[in-house]
C-alpha cells in the first residue's frame, strides 16, 4: 500500500520544490505537475509531487492521518 501526502508548496526552483508538511520542510520533484505555483497543495510520495490538489482536500486527508496517529497511538499505550 502507498500513501501520499498533502505538503503545501513554499519554493519552486526549476524541477524542484520545496514543500512544507507538518512545519517540516520537504525537497520534491516537479516534472509531474508542472503547472505548480507557490501556495499550491500537492500529493507528494517518494519524492515527488504527484498531482495537485485543493486546500480542502489537503485539510481533510490531514485531519483523517492525525485521527490514524491518535489511533495507533492509543493502541500502542493500551498494549503496553
Known amino acids: 500500500m502507498c500513501l501520499a501526502i ?6 519552486i526552483e526549476g524541477f524542484l520544490a520545496r514543500v512544507e508538511v507538518y512545519g517540516n520542510i520537504r525537497e520534491v520533484g516537479t516534472r509531474l ?7 499550491d497543495w500537492v500529493l507528494i510520495h517518494a519524492g515527488f509531487a504527484l498531482e495537485k490538489i485543493d486546500e480542502e482536500r489537503a485539510m481533510e486527508t490531514l485531519k483523517i492521518l492525525e485521527e490514524m496517529a491518535e489511533a495507533v497511538e492509543k ?6
Open 6 to 11: 498533502p505538503a503545501k508548496v513554499t519554493e
Open 33 to 39: 505537475v508542472p503547472d505548480l505555483k507557490v501556495g
Open 75 to 80: 493502541e500502542e499505550e493500551a498494549g503496553a
